[in-house]
Structures are given as C-alpha cells and as structure tokens.
C-alpha cells in the first residue's frame, strides 16, 4: 500500500531553458551518479513514505537563484538558473559557490494549479538550511528555522487558478561566531573533519493537495504482543480507521488501536512491514481523507548477560550492534546524494559487509534514507545536528573540556557542559524534538545520540532526563565520545585507531559499553583524491600498501572482538567512505573505488564473532 503510484494533479514538467545548458560546478569531483543526472528528473520519488497520499506535485528541477546582502530586498534580477535540490555550494546545483553570513541567497519558481473549494494546498520543504522565508503570489506564506527537517505552509489563500510565483529566501550564517547555529560539520573554511557548508534548499520540495479537513501526521508505536497504536494528529474534525495489510492481504482493522495476531516480528534479519491504510471519517462514517503508511513491530530494550554486563536487545534478544560511522557526504551533491539510487548503493555495500547497524553522524537524511533502512532491516544510531557558540578547530578546543567523569575530584558536573544561553538551548531543543517527531515511526530507528565529542554538550542531564521521558521507546546515548553523565544507557568511548574501552572503570557497570568510533583507517586511492594539494590523512597515520591497509581493519575488529567477550555491546568503525581530504573510508569519496570488497568485510566479521 505505502508504494502507491504518485498522481500529479498539476500540469505537467515545464522543460526549463537551463536543462539543456545545465552542467555541474567545473573541476568538481563527481560520483557515477552525478556524471549521469539527468536535470529534468532529479529526485522524483514520493517523499515522505510514512504518510502518503496521491495528490502531490513535485517542484525539484530548475529555479531562478540570486545571491544578495542579506537585508536588500527581492530581486529584481536573478543571477541564473539553480538546479533543486542541490545546495548553493554543490556542484549538481550548478553553481558551486559558499554563501556568507552577509549574504541572501533568493529562489524563484513558477507553478501552476487548480484553485478548489474543496481542498487546501500545501507547500512542503523537506530541508532548507538554515532561516527560511517564503512568498506566494507576493503573500508571505510562512517561515522556518533549523537547516534539517521537514516542514510546511498552507498557501491555499494565496495561490490562485493559473500560474503562480513562488519566492523563498534564505539565510546561512553556518558557524559564525555567536550564532550556536545547528551546522554538524559544515564550516566556512573547511580542513581536517570540517566540510564544505551547504547553504538553501538540499532536499525535495513538493506540493499537496488536502482536504479541509485531514490527518496531519500519524504517531505509531508498536509491541511485541501485537499491540498497535496509531495516534493522529488531525486538522479540523474526524476520527480514524485503520487496516493493517501483510503480503497485500489484510491482517487487521480497527481505530487508533490494532492488535496483530501472531505478529511477524521485525529484526535485521527478517525485516516484516506491515502496511497501513489510514482513513480520516466523519460522524456520518464518510471518509473525508486516506493516507497510507506502514510499520515494523519491534521493541528495543538492554538486559544483563551471563557475567552482568549490560547489552543492547532487540525483540528481547541480545544484539551486538556492529557499524560505520556514516557521514552521508558526496562530492557533488554534499549532504544530499546525487540521487536514490546512488544512496542505495552505499547502504546495500554496508548490508553486504554484514554491519547490521549504521550511525548517521550528524546529519538527518532524506526520510526515504530511513523507509529503505526499514525496508532493508538496517538498524540506525541518530546523531542529532551539533551546533556551538563557533565553529569546529583550535578555537573550538577550549568550550570542551577533556573527556572526564562527573565524579571526578575538582570537575564538577556544572564545569562540564557548556553555558548556553537560553534563547539557542530553546533552538536546539526544537530541533531535536523535531527530529525525534519526524523519525519516531520508523523501526530501524534504535538509538538517539544527542551529543558527539562535546561539540555543543550543554545541560546534558536535563536533556537525557528529556529524551527518556518523550521517547521510552528508544536507548539514549547521552553523548557518544563526550564528557560522561549518568543519563540515558550508554556509556560511549571514542579511541584511534583499534578500539579499547575502560572496562575496569565500576563508573559505567550500569550502563551498556561501547566503543562509538575507532578505526579511521586511512588509505588514498590515486586518481581518486577529492584534492589532491590538501592534507589527505587517516588516523594512525597511512600504511604503505593496500595490504597493510586491510591487516589494520582485520587487526581492529579481532580487538573488538575481543572487547564484546569482555562486556562491549557495539562498535562503530570510521567510516563508509572518504570525505573530502578525510580518507578513512571503506571506499573512495566518488564511490569509484571500493577499498575492501563486502564479502572480505564479512568474513572478518564473522571470523570474529560479530555477526548475531
């Protein structure tokens, strides 16, 4: 049901001027991907596969764009074509340039539509970084903060019956000085693990038809038992029906509770979707909206083994989690891949080695990233956006402290975090709870890591106590290589290059061990360098042979190996592929060379005893 075919009701793709000109930012490394895209077909795909509906129109393909100061007003000229969803700074845009904190970058489209009395139109944007502003026909229809989640306009009174113009607006300020602005990597002068920024739109933007009254978003938890609830969120009046579909034959029907008789569990191993058709009703029982969705019944938990140390479980069963750390960075489309199909192959590789986990490090993907994890049963660690008073490097050094423990003499728990003024901690809870609301429902979803290496840790009880209390149904790792707190249920040590963790340390015996990043193995692949006049470096410096290379990963994971028999219960090696002049991964920054095919991969993992 959730892969229903996608109705455009609006008037078909204009074939844009630009599209037959259209050609990537020059001297730019591309990934196989890229070399072919074809610009009047960039990232159709429906995209938010946990509520579908027919009605909607995909607005991705070529805008006017005009950089200006950010306090001048619209344009009157536009500087060219930009092709969407890519970033100012990608290459795929077209364009390739950094937007400063001075500057406004503008977007201009035209669309068409059918003004209807009986729907409402909405405008989506599945990410813009950072402040959004948004005018239809000259009307401002809404604006935005946060530079990585979904969010949306009703523009129904400002569209009208023909051609209409759409105006955004866009301001990036990245890591200025004073701004705590939720960045993660990026960076205006990007060096060492500090990247390229990315600026304006970066994900799909599409338009919905709705009726007056709909279902805005649906919350679904799910038990071993077979219990099911589906709480909506609804505009307007109306109560739901729900039918839950296995194979394509219906299971289950009921309201906002669904109980699954003998229900298919979900697990990497087998992950079973259910599908899920949600209707909204009135009080004479006609339905008024459907949409359709799915959901994977599982349960995430810890329990102690044998030897009392604590381990993950999944379904009640103990799971080491084994996984890459996962940046999600492309040399031509920068945090948004050059296309579905180029994101798949990443995550297929990473399938095929048999990691069972990945951590998508301080970045939220495009929700379809997360459908195909469901799909695929891979289990995911969520890093939220990190953000600070400035950006990352020497100057950054001193707002973190040294890893330390809260028990330790003469650093108080109070020394420890960060002093972050009210208004930004207000923003960074917003978008952490809005990355949690967007994400709930997606079963490989098992882990929330709120902080990484003290970048931006602040208040850290208060928010682990937050995050237990919104979301019981996940395991919270407070801060993932950071200064330790007795929040949450990890306790994460980072090490480079082969993993080690404190064990002896009776600090974390109530909290389940894992070493959160290790490795950075670094190998540079000629011809494949993103640039070759920068530093290209690995952690623990570079060997001199390609069999040098694959012994230090062989050498790591016998290490974690041993680390999981003495009570380590996940790993997390650095990383997929290289990024920019970081050149640990396990392929090459254009996914052209892959270092270490899968199926080696595999066989050192099961000869370690680190496939469950």
């Known amino acids: ?14 074939t844009f001027a630009g599209s037959k000109d259209w050609k990537p930012a020059e001297n730019t490394m591309l990934t196989p991907w890229g070399e072919k895209l074809d610009p009047d077909h960039v990232w159709q795909e429906y995209p938010r596969p946990q509520m579908e509906r027919v009605n909607w129109k995909n607005l991705n393909g070529f805008w006017d764009y005009a950089v200006a100061g950010k306090d001048a007003s619209q344009p009157a000229a536009w500087d060219g074509d930009i092709l969407v969803p890519f970033a100012l700074e990608a290459p795929l845009s077209g364009v390739g340039r950094k937007l400063q904190a001075s500057e406004a970058l503008w977007y201009k489209r035209l669309f068409t539509h059918n003004v209807s009395k009986n729907s409402r139109l909405l405008l989506h944007f599945e990410a813009v970084d950072y402040k959004t502003e948004a005018w239809v026909n000259g009307e401002k229809v809404g604006e935005h903060i946060g530079g990585s989640l979904p969010f949306s306009f009703d523009i129904s009174d400002a569209v009208t019956s023909g051609n209409n113009t759409l105006i955004v607006k866009v301001l990036d300020a990245t890591d200025q000085l004073g701004t705590y602005q939720l960045r993660g990597k990026q960076v205006q002068k990007n060096r060492s693990i500090w990247y390229t920024p990315v600026s304006g739109i970066w994900q799909t933007v599409w338009l919905e038809t709705v009726p007056h009254r709909y279902i805005q978003s649906l919350k679904i938890d799910t038990k071993i038992s077979g219990n099911i609830s589906i709480k909506p969120t609804i505009s307007g009046k109306g109560t739901i029906k729900t039918t839950a579909y296995l194979d394509g034959k219906e299971v289950v029907s009921g309201t906002e509770t669904l109980n699954v008789k003998s229900p298919q569990l979900w697990s990497p191993g087998s992950p079973t979707l259910y599908d899920l058709k949600v209707e909204l009703v009135d009080d004479s029982g006609k339905t008024l909206d459907v949409v359709t969705s799915y959901f994977g019944i599982r349960e995430v938990g810890k329990k102690k083994d044998a030897n009392g140390n604590w381990r993950l479980t999944l379904n009640g069963k103990e799971i080491f989690h084994l996984g890459p750390l996962d940046q999600g960075w492309w040399p031509d489309g920068l945090l948004t891949p050059p296309s579905e199909e180029a994101m798949l192959f ?6 095929d080695a048999g990691f069972n986990m990945i951590r998508k490090h301080i970045k939220v993907e495009p929700r379809r990233y997360y459908y195909h994890c469901d799909k695929m049963g891979m289990l995911v660690w969520q890093d939220q956006i990190s953000g600070g008073a400035q950006g990352g490097g020497k100057k950054n050094k001193a707002e973190w402290p040294k890893w330390k423990r809260p028990t330790q003499p003469n650093s108080p728990i109070t020394k420890l975090d960060q002093d972050w003024p009210d208004w930004a901690h207000e923003q960074w809870m917003a978008e952490l709870k809005g990355m949690i609301d967007q994400l709930y429902n997606h079963p490989s ?28 149904t996940r395991t919270i790792n407070i801060a993932s290589g950071g200064n330790f707190f007795p929040a ?52 623990g410096g570079l060997p001199k042979t390609i069999d040098e290379y694959k012994e230090r990963y062989a050498k790591s994971i016998r290490m974690l190996g041993e680390l999981k028999e003495q009570g380590v219960g996940a790993g997390v090696y650095t990383q997929t592929t290289d990024v920019e002049g970081e050149i640990n991964g396990l392929i090459t920054y254009d996914r052209k ?10 066989a050192i993992h099961a000869q370690n005893r680190l496939l469950d």
Do not use: C
């Open 1 to 14: 049901m959730h892969r229903i075919a996608s109705i455009l009701l609006l008037l078909a793709t204009t």
């Open 346 to 351: 990443d995550m297929k590789y990473l399938q």
């Open 445 to 472: 979803i098992v882990v929330w890591v709120p902080f990484n290496e003290r970048w931006g840790q602040h208040r850290t009880m208060a928010i682990g106590e937050w995050i237990e209390a919104y979301d019981p």
């Open 488 to 539: 949450g249920d990890i306790a994460d040590h980072h090490e480079y290059p082969h993993p080690i963790f404190p064990m002896d340390d009776p600090e974390f015996d109530d909290y389940i061990k894992v070493v959160g990043e290790f490795g950075g193995h670094g190998w540079p692949v000629k011809g494949h360098l993103w640039n070759i006049q920068t530093r290209n470096w690995g952690y």
């Open 593 to 602: 060379v892959i270092k270490i095919p899968a199926t080696s991969l595999k």
